[in-house]
């Protein structure tokens, strides 16, 4: 399994960035995927997850309403959407395959790859 993050980096506050993973490895339209961020001395926590056809998400409370992830099955591809960026949402943000839906309430993810890591600046 693998799984390539990228489109992390420096941005003000209030404004957009969008992340990309690129997975390969497995049989991507069967999983449900997601994302997770870890800050500097902070646990991980869980953002944003989407089902396996697209049709079903679930989002973290901190960013509903900002954020929105959305897949590409035919490119095997997942995304997410940051509009009004925070400060506070700078951190590490991993893509990772999830082992069922809702594993994430508890903390389990199947797989993740290395993390992107966005900046916002106030």
């Known amino acids: 399994v693998q799984l390539q993050a990228s489109g992390g980096g420096l941005v003000q506050a209030g404004g957009s960035r969008r992340l990309s993973c690129a997975a390969s490895?497995?049989?991507?339209?069967?999983?449900?995927m997601g994302w997770f961020r870890q800050a500097p001395g902070k646990e991980r926590e869980f953002v944003a997850a989407i089902s396996w056809s697209g049709l079903d998400t679930e989002y973290a409370d901190f960013v509903k309403g900002r954020f929105t992830i959305s897949r590409d099955n035919a490119k095997n591809t997942v995304s997410l959407q940051m509009d009004s960026l925070k400060p506070e949402d700078t951190a590490d943000y991993y893509c990772?395959?999830?082992?069922?839906?809702?594993?994430?309430?508890?903390?389990?993810?199947?797989?993740w790859g290395q993390g992107t890591l966005v900046t916002v600046s106030s």
């Open positions: 490895g497995f049989t991507f339209s069967m999983y449900a």
């Open positions: 990772a395959r999830m082992s069922s839906w809702g594993s994430w309430r508890w903390g389990e993810y199947a797989d």
